[in-house]
């Protein structure tokens, strides 16, 4: 089974990432549309041309990468939700499963922007995890929507409701993996994954929201009606 997650940044995606990865069945792609997004969009992000080097760069090229035979029963595609343009076909998604994963904007831009300070709301994803979520259910595909800090809380718990509802068996292996680099690692790792890369597991239960002001609070406010909306529908325990 092909596994299509989308997420917003500074999210416990890479760590769910090494989750499915630990699975013996199970490979991952990390972020396969980086390139093409960079690309198309010109953002000047750390490590710009070792990604543009790294990944395809022609969308249509990374779709086809996507679809093709997996070496193993499931693979597990990490995306992150503003690295699908609006200009990128979405047609190749059915027969697969989604998981949208959503965290609250507060704790994403307070997160994002300490390493990127110029992230506006486009750069945050929770406007295009909605957009993404309504072209699914359009489609006739009903993704899994999972909170981060609803995994952080209670993991095996949340973990199995996940595995069940896509439709795979649990594994207990996705609960701890050996600190480090990782080979599904895309070669931005240096720069955003020193904290999961500490990791043997998944972080305890966050502390209290962020206190934002400013521009940063204004974007938090104005990525909540998209984030509201996805939490209506998420898994729960």
């Known amino acids: 089974m092909k596994i299509a997650c989308w997420s917003g940044p500074r999210n416990i995606s890479t760590a769910l990432m090494y989750a499915f990865a630990n ?3 199970c490979g991952a792609i990390d972020d396969p549309f980086y390139a093409a997004y960079l690309a198309e969009t010109g953002k000047t992000h750390p490590m710009r041309e070792e990604v543009l080097a790294s990944r395809p760069q022609d ?29 990128i076909r979405r047609d190749w998604w059915g027969g697969m499963a989604h998981v949208l994963l959503i965290r609250h904007p507060a704790r994403v831009v307070a997160s994002f922007t300490k390493g990127f300070a110029e992230a ?10 909605a957009g993404i979520y309504d072209d699914l259910v359009a489609q006739g595909i009903v993704p899994v929507v999972v909170e981060g800090s609803d995994v952080r809380n209670d993991p095996e718990g949340m973990l199995r409701r996940l595995c069940f ?3 795979i068996d649990w594994d207990p292996a996705m609960l701890a993996w050996d600190a480090g680099p990782k080979p599904c690692d895309g070669v931005w790792a240096p720069v955003w994954y020193d904290a999961v890369h500490r990791s043997t597991g998944f972080a305890g239960a966050e502390g209290a929201l962020p206190d934002l002001s400013g521009d940063m609070a204004a974007m938090a406010e104005a990525a909540m009606p998209h984030y509201e909306r996805l939490v209506a529908v998420k898994l729960r325990a």
Not at 63 to 78: E, F, G, M, N, R
Not at 120 to 129: P, S, T
């Open 23 to 25: 699975r013996a069945d």
């Open 59 to 87: 969308p249509e090229a990374v779709i086809s990468t996507l679809l093709q035979a997996d070496s193993t029963p499931h693979v597990y595609h990490k995306h992150m939700a503003q690295h699908m343009l609006p200009g």
């Open 120 to 129: 506006g709301l486009e750069d945050i994803g929770a406007v295009q995890l």
């Open 165 to 167: 509802q896509i439709g």
